[in-house]
């Protein structure tokens, strides 16, 4: 059973930073589609970042410069770097993935594509 786990969230003053890590149990994600998502109140889930199985990454436009997404294959984690946060980046923040994505269908991070999915970690900009 593949199980995300995030961690790293918190609260930050704008203009700072965090580091997002997501730990995935169950398998060993190398080529695979994993993506971050994040949903504020009373809004849809959008992506982050995606990262496919041939080391493309994708994101979203507003954040590009300030995001970064990586993964780490020795311990099977997968990470987001956010510098430069706004007020506007408060969000609960999601890992996900879904090892049969093509590069195209993972870089259009449509949540809808992706099947396994962490419980989130909140991240609050202030």
């Known amino acids: 059973h593949v199980q995300p786990v995030e961690s790293g969230g918190g609260s930050v003053q704008a203009g700072g930073s965090l580091r997002l890590s997501c730990a995935f149990s169950?398998?060993?994600?190398?080529?695979?589609?994993m993506g971050w998502f994040r949903q504020a109140p009373g809004k849809e889930r959008e992506g982050v970042a995606s990262?496919?199985?041939?080391?493309?990454?994708i994101y979203a436009n507003s954040l590009k410069g300030r995001f970064s997404i990586s993964k780490d294959n020795a311990r099977n984690w997968l990470d987001l770097q956010m510098d430069s946060l706004k007020v506007e980046d408060t969000a609960m923040y999601y890992c996900?993935?879904?090892?049969?994505?093509?590069?195209?269908?993972?870089?259009?991070?449509?949540?809808?594509?992706?099947?396994?999915w962490g419980q989130g970690t909140q991240v609050t900009v202030s």
């Open positions: 996900a993935t879904n090892p049969n994505l093509d590069s195209l269908t993972c870089g259009r991070r449509l949540p809808v594509a992706f099947g396994y």
């Open positions: 169950g398998y060993t994600y190398s080529g695979h589609c």
């Open positions: 990262l496919a199985s041939d080391g493309s990454s």
